[in-house]
């Protein structure tokens, strides 16, 4: 929960902590993103537009729950899961050339 800050050092120093956990977390979701490339059939199933739209949606309502900014949450998780596919597809071509046999 956010403090009350009384400076403007202080609001940074707390952003700054804040984006440490950020960094973390995403570091975390970045090593799932890896693993679901295994599982994944083709370039499709990697961009799958149907799950950005049911985690759009979740998070959306998730923001309202914690009373954050719905349009700022979809705009940060759009931009986070379009370089997370970036990510995927780079690793899934790798995998997906190690499969074929060499002629």
Known sequence: MAVHCTTLEEVRNNIDLLDQQIVALIAERGHYVSQAARFKKSTDDVKA??????????????SQVAG??????EQVYRAMITAFIRQ?????????KADKPRA
């Open 49 to 62: 537009p149907q799950r950005v739209e049911q985690v759009i949606a979740k998070v959306r309502g998730l």
């Open 68 to 73: 954050a900014n719905p349009e700022v949450t």
């Open 88 to 96: 995927e597809l780079a690793e899934y071509s790798v995998l997906d």
